[in-house]
């Protein structure tokens, strides 16, 4: 087995009672598994990515919109 990194990331709130002021009714769940080996070339990839598009800070979809 190859040796692995895994990231992950969620959105939304877990609660599945919908009927609670501001609880979504989704749930986003994403994760990507990257091989060692290559988690620096992929972690670069990203890196240009982010400073393309998002120049400072964290990508957030909120500020894809925009």
């Not at 990331?9 to 990507?32: C, F, K, R, W």
């Not at 393309?52 to 979809?61: D, V």
Request: aromatic share 6%; hydrophobic share 45%.
């Amino acid at each position: 087995m190859a040796d692995v990194l895994a990231f992950a990331d969620e959105y939304g709130q877990p609660n599945l009672d919908t009927s609670i002021d501001n609880v979504s009714t989704h749930y986003i769940v994403a994760g990507v598994i990257v091989e060692h080996g290559k988690a620096d070339a992929q972690r670069a990839a990203l890196e240009a990515v982010r400073a393309k598009h998002f120049q400072t800070g964290a990508m957030k979809s909120a500020n894809i919109a925009r």
